[in-house]
């Protein structure tokens, strides 16, 4: 029998995003567009929920930052 949890998906606005990453508005963005030199394919992808309204899956910044400490530390 597996010892998991089944945590609901929750969805996050832009604002949780920058307060979870440290990153700005513009970064968030950046880190999603191929044509910019900060872009990283491992961000997460942001959802439509509105005809002007994204959010992204809590758990999938969650993850993105536990990658980004875990880079961090490896490389120390």
Request: charged share 30%; proline share 5%; glycine share 4%.
């Amino acid at each position: 029998m597996q010892n998991q949890i089944n945590k609901q998906k929750r969805l996050i606005r832009l604002p949780a995003v920058q307060d979870r990453t440290g990153l700005r508005r513009s970064t968030v963005y950046d880190r999603m567009n191929p044509h910019s030199p900060r872009y990283d394919e491992r961000f997460p992808r942001q959802i439509k929920i509105g005809l002007s309204a994204v959010a992204w899956l809590e758990e999938e910044i969650d993850s993105w930052v536990e990658r980004q400490i875990e880079l961090s530390r490896a490389g120390a």
